[in-house]
Structure formats: C-alpha cells, structure tokens
C-alpha cells in the first residue's frame, strides 16, 4: 500500500495548522506595524508638499498689495526652500538628526507663514481680496490635515514601538526582525506644537 499521499497530506494539514498558529501569535505584527508607519509617513510628507505648493500662490497673491513687505515674503520663500529640501525616506525614519532637521525645516516655515499673516493685518484691501481669501481657506485646511497626518503617525510609530518591546512581539523581534529597529517620532520643536498653527487673518 502506497502511504505517500497520506503523508503529504498530514505534512500539509501540520503547515497549515503551524502557519495559523505562527499567525494568530503575532508573528506578522511587527512587519505589518512597519509598514503602517511608513503609510504615514507618505501621508505626513504629502500635507507638508501641500502646503509648500500652496505658498507661491499666497506669496504672489501678498505682493500685489505689499510689496513694502520684502523681507517678510522673502524670508517664507526661503523658508520654503529649505523645508522642501529635506526629504525623509523609509531609511531616514530610523535618523534622529536627519527627523530633527526635517522638524525645524518645517517649523522654521510655519514660524514664517505666522509672521507673513501678522502683516497681512495691515492692509485691508488684501484681506478682502478673493483669491487671498481662497488660500487662506486652504492654508487652514492644509495644517489641519498636517496636525491630523503627524498624530497618526505618532501613533502608528508607538503602536510599532511597543510591539517590540513588549511580548511575544520582543520574542518575534530578536528571532526574526533584529534588523528593524525602535522608530524615531515627532517632538514639539516649538511652544504648543501639538496645536495647529493659527491661520485666520479675521
């Protein structure tokens, strides 16, 4: 009698009910948490392009009534250079220094666009013009979806975080993810960072 079949049946049935096993323990968990924070990650860096491509408009837009305001409009302009010069990969994500110069970038950009707005009290017509009005609306909606991106991946990097340091996922790390290590997250660089900067010119 040929016992093969029954074999390799039995042998199947087992890597079935190991790799359900493996599974439901949390095997998974550590590459399926990276790979969320890298997620949002890509969602944090597409609100900041947003706003970044917002700025020539509004910047433009500001000129045409305040043109007196160079320093104020060149030092956003500057400001944005630099924030879009700094890009974070996957790689970079594990980089304190490399997430610390993204941070001030950024913070050195909204700092300017505070200032920018302050001048914008000055001159009514401006604050009346449409298309001004238009920017203004996106703006605040842009950093609304900033502060919405960056506490979503300050949750998804402490979610991956705790996996690896907590069991079975501290187990599951040094047997097979030794090389993925804790993430770096966001800290406050400014006073009140946690808030959305104020944008309203009311």
Not at 6 to 22: D, E, F, H
Not at 47 to 58: F, K, V
Not at 187 to 196: I, K, V, Y
Request: glycine letters at 2%; proline letters at 4%.
């Amino acid at each position: 009698m040929n016992t093969q079949p029954i074999r390799t049946t039995w042998q199947l049935a087992i890597l079935v009910l190991l790799s359900s096993l493996l599974a439901g323990c949390g095997i998974n968990n550590i590459p399926t948490y990276d790979e969320q924070v890298k997620s949002a990650w890509s969602q944090v860096e597409n609100q900041y392009q947003r706003r970044a491509d917002l700025i020539p408009n509004l910047v433009e837009t500001v000129k045409g009534f305040a043109r007196q305001e160079q320093e104020t409009l060149t030092a956003v302009v500057e400001a944005r250079s630099k924030a879009t010069s700094i890009q974070i990969s996957a790689e970079d994500l594990n980089d304190p220094a490399k997430m610390r110069q993204f941070e001030q970038a950024q913070s050195q950009l909204t700092g300017a666009l505070s200032r920018l707005m302050a001048v914008s009290e000055r001159y009514p017509d401006l604050k009346s013009n449409q298309n001004f009005l238009a920017l203004q609306s996106q703006l605040e909606g842009t950093e609304n979806r900033i502060a919405v991106a960056r506490r979503d991946f300050i949750a998804s990097v402490q979610q991956y975080n705790t996996e690896i340091r907590t069991f079975p996922g501290r187990i599951w790390h040094s047997l097979m993810y030794s090389d993925m290590p804790i993430r770096e997250n966001f800290e406050a660089t400014t006073e009140n960072a946690e808030q959305a900067p104020a944008v309203s010119f009311e």
